[in-house]
């Protein structure tokens, strides 16, 4: 691959942002081709955080006219990251204690239905999941300031670097899975012709999702931010699992993002595994060349199966529980304390700095993490 992007030629335009120096899996490659070809798509770009997924890869943003496609969206309708400004400064942090405490799982006892009217949304029958992390990939991190590299941009967002923030990355839980799979019942992976009655509908449920999960993460911080006797401003919140009407040029295009931050709505936190830095970036340039979007974190490097069975004869449970930053998680799940370990995970610093290279993002600050919470037990997805 050539820096910074390489194309191929199908039946739309096949980008992947990726410098020589960036593992890109072949078979993510494939997968990239192979949604290119789908009917009524213009473009298909990989960042540099792409890696395999379900019949789509991840880490991907694709642009598509006349035709939308729920499957390249997932399940996860609304995952995304939201940031928070905690009160609280960095010397203070306890977090031995509250990795002793800390306790995110089962129903939030609060008026839902509040928190969703509040939030644009009302209640789907999920609510019972409503201010939980969920499982796989998602967390709520506390972290500090490691460097500022832009103070004003950094001091614009009212952030300070001798106090805590709040990363958390979750989803619309069971209420996305159950759209796509009413969507997959009828139609297995096809598309929907972007006029038809039915996409309408899908729009409206996933649209609602989407809203749904952002309510979710500002009540997953919530929680966090009372269990560690805090405060919190919340500073921003992307979505990177999404599909969304562009227009342009009199034309009305769709744009899918799985596992893909936008580029077009300020400054992004792209997160390292639970072992490495975060990023905090600000999009630059015009972003076309990317589908305006973003890496959204570090990327798998393995499969859970090869992370459990590499890791397994490297590590044990207990010394998965502490990072080199000498950070605190909190996971009960055994399984899922192997599959999400700091080595399954590309570098994260290398998937920033292709996204430099490439004119997309300039790095506002860096990251680190305090304590990591992953679940008290075996989460229900």
Same mark, same amino acid.
């Given at each position: ?12 335009? !096949? ?10 899996? +072949? ?22 955080? $792409?890696?395999?997924? =379900? +019949? ?32 609280? $400064? ?10 002793? =405490?800390?306790? $995110? ?24 999941? $409503? ?42 839980? +069971? ?108 999009? @630059?340039?015009? +972003? ?40 605190? !998680? ?32 300039? @790095? ?18």
């Amino acid at each position: 691959m050539n820096t910074p992007s390489s194309e191929t030629s199908t039946a739309a335009t !096949v980008r992947v942002i990726a410098s020589p120096q960036s593992w890109v899996e +072949g078979e993510a490659i494939r997968q990239l081709e192979a949604v290119a070809r789908l009917p009524g798509m213009r473009l298909a770009v990989g960042l540099p955080d $792409l890696h395999p997924g =379900k +019949g789509a890869p991840v880490g991907a943003a694709f642009e598509s006219e006349g035709f939308l496609y729920p499957y390249l969206v997932g399940s996860d309708i609304g995952c995304g990251m939201g940031l928070w400004d905690v009160d609280l $400064l960095t010397r203070k942090a306890k977090a031995e204690r509250w990795a002793a =405490k800390l306790d $995110l799982e089962g129903p939030w006892e609060g008026d839902t239905d509040a928190v969703l009217a509040q939030a644009g949304t009302s209640s789907t029958g999920f609510e019972a999941a $409503l201010g939980t992390v969920g499982g796989g990939n998602h967390f709520a991190e506390v972290q500090r300031v490691e460097e500022v590299h832009d103070a004003r941009v950094f001091e614009a967002l009212g952030l300070r670097e001798e106090r805590l923030l709040l990363l958390v990355h979750s989803g619309s839980r +069971g209420l996305g899975e159950a759209i796509l799979r009413a969507h997959v019942d009828r139609h297995a992976a096809g598309g929907l012709a972007a006029d038809s009655e039915e996409a309408r509908a899908y729009l409206t449920r996933h649209d609602g999702a989407v809203l749904w999960a952002k309510a979710n993460r500002a009540l997953v911080a919530q929680r966090a931010l009372e269990g560690i006797g805090a405060t919190g401003r919340r500073v921003l919140d992307v979505c990177h699992n999404s599909v969304t009407a562009r227009h342009e040029g009199g034309r009305v295009g769709w744009l899918h993002r799985k596992g893909a931050a936008p580029w077009d709505e300020g400054p992004v936190v792209i997160p390292g595994s639970r072992g490495a830095l975060s990023y905090l970036v600000l999009p @630059v340039g015009t +972003g076309e060349q990317s589908a305006h979007s973003l890496a959204h974190g570090a990327g798998r490097k393995w499969t859970r199966t090869a992370a459990r069975e590499r890791l397994k004869e490297r590590f044990t449970a207990e010394s998965l529980t502490r990072t080199s930053f000498k950070s605190h !998680v909190v996971c009960e799940d055994r399984d899922l304390l192997f599959e999400e370990a700091p080595p399954a995970y590309k570098a994260i610093d290398r998937v920033v700095t292709d996204l430099v290279e490439a004119g997309l993002v300039r @790095v506002v600050a860096t990251l680190a993490p305090v304590l990591t919470y992953k679940t008290r037990g075996r989460a229900a997805e």
